[in-house]
């Protein structure tokens, strides 16, 4: 399967129930208790479509993660598109704390097998830092949010809120961070 060429329908109705069982066992966290090949049957394809696809527990690893980041990154387009700018940068930190807190299963396996593969969390944390810088410029410039903060101090925060998930109270927590980001991030009147 090369980039340039797209896939037929069967083919890519195939890739999206590997994409959307892989998305189920790594948020249940039962991934690890399957032989690869085993996973092929639960997904309801053949192994020789698993392995055209995803040769490697990694690679499939590496498409879900990229296809969570194009979601979030979506999501960031969508409100940026239809809310005010600082209603928008507050409703997709929110969302990101909903995300954080409904995929925690998923996000440890994710972290689990990409591990070695930096270069693939890289690509996929420069995105929604795109993302999110995207959002802080627009509320910059209509004037609801400071200047002298970048987006990397925000997704410096958003990192801290997922890294203590297991934290007791987590939830309650990570809300009461984004309300005292956003309250830093007003500009002063």
Known sequence: MTADKPLRADARRKREALLAKARELFQAGCFFDLRFDDFACLAGVGTGTLYRHFPTREALAEAVYHGEVAALCDRARQLQATLPAAEALATFLRDMVDHIDAHQ?????????MADRSGALAEGSQALEQAVTDL???AVRDGTVRDDVDAGAVMMALHGIGAAHDRPGWRAEADGVITLLLDGLHRPL
Do not use: S
Not at 105 to 113: E, F, M
């Open 105 to 113: 299963g998923l996000a440890r396996t994710l972290a689990t097998l």
């Open 136 to 138: 802080v410029a627009d």
